[in-house]
């Protein structure tokens, strides 16, 4: 294949190779999707032991076991991909995922098994996590191994696209599926459907893979006889190639992950959980500004191969840091404008002795929240009713203001019935909704600025994941590539942004502030900035050569 690049068409050979690597990740990404997009009803179907709020974040603790593991499948995958071929990892890869993904189709919930049915459910996420591990690592280098010099950024940027492509696929299906039927039905059993169509997804994918041939870098290498014998040692044994991956890891895929999981996910949970959005609303805006940036995912990252990868990819952590805050005040605005007025107008105050007041996370329903302080804050948690706190006098009984009504807490100590806590549950509630905290109202939606306020989040998402293929590529030597540049994308991905939804979310839930959540991905991406700036060399006039010199 030609290095010359320049002005050359792609060959027939190499669309093949790109649209059989794309076309199988998109379903992957279906496949992992699936539950992030229907985390709401997972957590009644598999954490029902608990109440809601708790739910809720323990349901998407399961989602982050999935990219807590990731790392882990870079690993096992990683080797296995630099020793035996990129081609056979990846099949093995999509078998894993798209099996694990069609058990939790048939999987009985709570109700029907009780715990063994969350704790099968995070083992099958562990396992779609180990898969997914070693997935996108296959993907992007077959297809940068087989692009011609000076279009890797352009030939990469199609796998870019297959997680956006996956996730709006995932919430085509579910829309398709709540259509076809009433909510009570979706909820109770309908949400399994999109999970048992991958398997018809899972036999094309498989099919398709099957008609590949192997890298020819990889081919050659191993022609030739030098192929890696210890992918692991040289990867991260070696201070030369050790120091690379830290630098890939803090100075690149950590800021793209966090830009990532808040342009596509944690939006959709804000609009949710947060603004109190109607879900299959939510998924249609979502969905509108995910199909408007797919092409922005190629023109990245094709203007890659022209500017670099480099400034594309920091300019898009910059403006997320710079512009998060307005951006998602606005989406409330839009969204929510009662909401918006209710905070400005009926202000929610707690006003306790900072000393009884505890942190509103109680994933295992254990914590019983008994002072007064505790009492109001986790009354207004489980609404999602956002709130400031004003320190009062040490052995002060804590108070709600809503607005000009005052409502006084109480000790639960002494609630044995729980005839308190359900008097001042209900007096809460009324004051609340009086004020105007009431779910998004759908004739007051400003659609096409939410729609446009999320394609800027969705922009942001394709200039820091677009060129992020092809620079992870040229970062690293053929022979431990694989090895090499996996681990870095998926401890970025997978831990600071596959944690995101999870940390966000119960950050806003323990300090009330609609917007306290963003501070994890600003000052993630931050530091990606800083640190890129300083100490990632550009790559997009690298060779890729066999000897991986």
């Known amino acids: 294949m030609s290095k010359a690049g320049g002005a050359q068409r792609m060959t027939a050979e190499e669309r093949r190779v790109i649209f059989a690597s794309s076309l199988g990740t998109v379903f992957e990404w279906y496949d992992f999707y699936l539950y992030g997009s229907l985390a709401a009803i997972i957590s009644v179907q598999f954490f029902s032991g608990v109440n809601p709020t708790a739910a809720f974040i323990f349901a998407l603790l399961a989602f982050a076991a999935g990219f807590a593991v990731r790392p882990f499948g870079a690993i096992v995958f990683g080797r296995l991909g630099d020793l035996v071929g990129r081609k056979y990892t990846f099949l093995i890869t999509i078998l894993i995922m798209g099996l694990s993904t069609f ?54 940027a199609w796998i870019q696209t297959t997680a956006t492509l996956g996730l709006f696929l995932s919430l085509l299906v579910i829309l398709g599926c709540r259509l076809s039927m009433d909510k009570e039905s979706f909820e109770a059993w309908g949400w399994r459907i999109p999970f048992l169509l991958s398997i018809v997804l899972l036999g094309i994918s498989v099919w398709i893979r099957l008609k590949l041939n192997e890298s020819p870098l990889f081919q050659k290498m191993k022609e030739e006889g030098t192929l890696s014998k210890a992918p692991l040692t040289e990867s991260f044994a070696r201070w030369g190639n ?146 400031s706190n004003v320190a009062a006098a040490p052995g002060t009984v804590a108070e709600v203001h809503v607005g000009e009504v005052t409502l006084s807490s109480f000790d639960a100590s002494d609630d044995a019935d729980g005839a308190k806590r359900a008097h001042f549950t209900r007096a809460l509630a009324y004051a609340v909704e009086e004020a105007g905290y009431l779910p998004a109202d759908p004739d007051t939606i400003n659609y096409p600025m939410v729609v446009a306020i999320l394609f800027i989040l969705v922009l942001y998402v394709t200039m820091v994941y677009g060129p992020i293929a092809a620079m992870l590529v040229e970062l690293f030597p053929t022979r431990i590539r694989y090895t090499s540049m996996s681990l870095p994308y998926h401890i970025g991905n997978g831990w600071f942004g596959g944690f995101l939804p999870t940390v966000s979310f119960a950050i806003v839930a323990a300090t009330g502030n609609l917007y306290s959540g963003l501070w994890y991905p600003v000052i993630i991406a931050a530091m990606t900035f800083i640190v890129g700036l300083i100490f990632v060399p550009e790559t997009k006039d690298r060779e890729l050569h066999p000897e991986g010199s």
């Open 103 to 156: 058990i939790v189709g048939l999987l009985p919930g709570y109700a029907a098994i009780g715990f063994a049915a969350p704790a099968i459910l995070i083992a099958l996420r562990l396992a779609q996590g180990l898969a997914l591990g070693g997935e996108y690592g296959g993907a992007a280098i077959y297809v940068a191994e087989h692009a011609p010099h000076g279009k890797r950024g352009a030939y990469t």
């Open 242 to 387: 050790l120091k690379i991956v830290i630098i890939a890891l803090v100075g690149l895929t950590a800021g793209q992950a966090v830009v990532w999981y808040t342009g596509q996910f944690y939006a959709l949970f804000f609009l949710t959980q947060v603004l109190k959005v109607e879900s299959q609303t939510a998924n249609i805006l979502i969905g509108g500004a995910l199909l408007l940036g797919v092409p922005f995912f190629v023109i990245f990252g094709a203007l890659s191969d022209r500017i670099g990868r480099k400034p594309i990819i920091l300019a898009g952590c910059l403006l997320a840091v710079v512009t998060y805050f307005p951006l998602f005040s606005a989406l409330t605005h839009f969204a929510n404008p009662r909401l918006e007025a209710a905070q400005e107008y009926s202000p929610v105050v707690v006003i306790a002795d900072p000393a009884t007041c505890s942190f509103q996370f109680n994933p295992v329903g254990t914590a019983a929240f008994t002072s007064s302080c505790d009492v109001a804050k986790s009354a207004l948690a489980q609404r999602g009713i956002p709130y």
